[in-house]
């Protein structure tokens, strides 16, 4: 409750210290969410982790908010947003592309993505993303500064994820890569670029959770990308439902993922941002490769030794009614999106006209 009356403040706010408050109690909220089994050596090494680098952070956006007050006798952010790069301005965008993941402040995500357990990652991959993005919109920043973290996110989420045998770590490397899809769309510093960032990060948000519960049902402590050979024999409509939000996310189309790329390319093609685009797509290719070994693993694979006593030795996890409507939910907006994206369209393009 505290995380999300947090994300609620962060979006609504419109004073520095106002967001430092709300930036904090989050932060808290969640060191104390990850750290929760204090038994697992492992979440409070993840928790602590968290704690301190937020903390560095958070420094960072006080000393901004600091600074910007005495040159200008003011926390708003309107002000803020119309003024031009400074030294307080970078300072605090910088804090915010820390909360955020996005390259080359995305040092803490991989450890702690692994680090964490299910409940918890959740909420750390979703709804601090999400209100920060609500601060960085009405901010505005530097295009030059934001196409820099675009692009070096680009480039880490491709290429980290190649050789990761870790599930939660390939999730994290794949959020570097979708932020710096969204960060594309806000750096061209329009209404269409907002809108399909915007747009983006719903896809995204969806599909992470589908992964979560995939991860919570089906797999060990030990989240090795090698257990997804074993899905098959589980359930075979799960394993189908893997492989649509799978190709969405590489990007395939005609999936949701490739809708919300081409959406956020064409914006920046439109407003000239030719040699970021070319990265973004040559970043998405590589990047395909470690999706589709997942379906690789899962459909071709023969299970190991291990995985098949284990299947003998232990009653597999049969799906709760509860799991199965929410996986079910999830499964069918991004399928929706397919035939009719025009009401999510919408629905976000008068979401967005409220921030102008």
């Known amino acids: 409750l505290s995380i999300i009356l947090a994300s609620i403040l962060l979006i609504s706010a419109n004073n520095l210290l106002a967001i430092y408050i709300a930036m904090e109690l989050q932060s808290l909220s969640l060191f104390i969410l990850i750290a929760k089994k204090r ?13 301190v680098l937020s903390s560095i952070s958070s420094g960072f956006f006080l000393l901004g908010s600091a600074l910007y007050f005495s040159f200008n006798g003011s926390c708003d952010l309107y002000t803020l947003s119309i003024s031009t790069l400074s030294l307080e301005k970078v300072l ?11 390259a080359p402040f995305h040092i803490w995500a991989p450890d702690i993505y692994q680090g964490c357990d299910n409940s918890s990652l959740i909420l750390l991959g979703t709804l601090p993303k999400i209100s920060i993005l609500g601060v960085m919109i009405v901010l505005l920043p530097n295009v030059k500064l934001i196409l820099f973290a675009t692009i070096i996110s680009l480039l880490v989420g491709c290429l980290g994820a190649l050789n990761q045998t870790n599930i939660k770590k390939l999730l994290a490397y794949s959020g570097i890569i979708n932020m710096g899809f969204i960060l594309l769309g806000i750096s061209t510093n329009s209404f269409s670029g907002i809108e399909a960032s915007v747009l983006y990060v ?92 997942l379906l690789k693993i899962s459909y071709f694979q023969v299970d190991k030794s291990f995985f098949i006593w284990k299947k003998v030795l232990i009653k597999d996890n049969t799906i709760s009614l509860n799991n199965s409507i929410i996986l079910g939910l999830i499964f069918f907006i991004t399928t929706f999106l397919i035939v009719c994206p025009h009401i999510f369209l919408e629905i976000i393009h008068f979401g967005t006209l409220s921030v102008f």
């Open 39 to 51: 038994n697992s050596v492992d979440k409070v090494e993840a928790a602590l982790k968290y704690f």
């Open 202 to 293: 719903f896809i995204y948000s969806l599909s992470f959770l589908f992964f979560i519960f995939i991860i919570n049902l089906f797999m060990s402590q030990r989240d090795n990308i090698s257990e997804f050979s074993g899905l098959l024999g589980v359930n075979t409509v799960l394993l189908v439902s893997t492989a649509f939000l799978v190709l969405s996310l590489a990007g395939i189309p005609p999936f949701a993922g490739f809708l919300i790329k081409w959406i956020i390319l064409t914006t920046a093609i439109s407003y000239n941002f030719i040699f970021s685009s070319i990265i973004s797509i040559v970043c998405a290719v590589i990047a395909g490769v470690y999706y589709l070994r």
């Open 92 to 102: 605090i965008i910088v804090a915010l592309l820390f909360k955020l993941s996005a």
